[in-house]
């Protein structure tokens, strides 16, 4: 089946936090609507997003990582999906600003590998 043929009654074009939130509210509200949601990448979530880094693929979040408890919405999202949130630490003393520097420059590294590994000439 083609896209032509779906029987679509709202199109939501893109698939960040936003888009698929529209979508789970159309459908929560009526079952009976056909939701179509179209996103240019490979995969959906927006800005939120994290990729494999180092020899044992170790996640490193590039998105937005923190939901604070005050954010209701998101944090109802979080427990629907059983999507796993980890409590942020306020006691303690401050690293140091080298180790954000350190993944600061470990995502970097990573993506201009990533774009210099996709270009097949430098001329």
């Given at each position: 089946m083609n896209i032509e043929e779906l029987p679509i009654d709202i199109a939501i074009i893109g698939g960040g936090l936003s888009?698929?939130?529209?979508?789970?509210?159309i459908v929560d509200?009526?079952?009976e609507v056909n939701v179509a949601v179209f996103e240019a990448r490979e995969r959906v979530g927006g800005r939120t997003c994290s990729m494999?880094?180092?020899?044992?693929?170790?996640?490193?979040?590039?998105?937005?990582?923190?939901?604070?408890?005050?954010?209701?919405?998101?944090?109802?999202l979080a427990k629907?999906?059983?999507?796993?949130t980890v409590p942020q630490r306020y006691e303690g003393r401050v690293?140091?600003?080298?180790?954000?520097?350190?993944?600061?420059?470990?995502f970097l590294f990573?993506?201009?590998?990533?774009?210099?590994?996709s270009s097949s000439?430098?001329?």
């Open positions: 888009g698929l939130a529209a979508a789970l509210e509200t009526n079952k494999p880094i180092g020899p044992k693929n170790v996640r490193f979040d590039i998105g937005g990582q923190w939901v604070g408890t005050n954010q209701h919405y998101i944090m109802d629907r999906f059983e999507v796993e690293v140091s600003i080298f180790l954000f520097s350190f993944f600061f420059f470990l990573h993506f201009f590998c990533i774009i210099f590994s000439s430098f001329s």
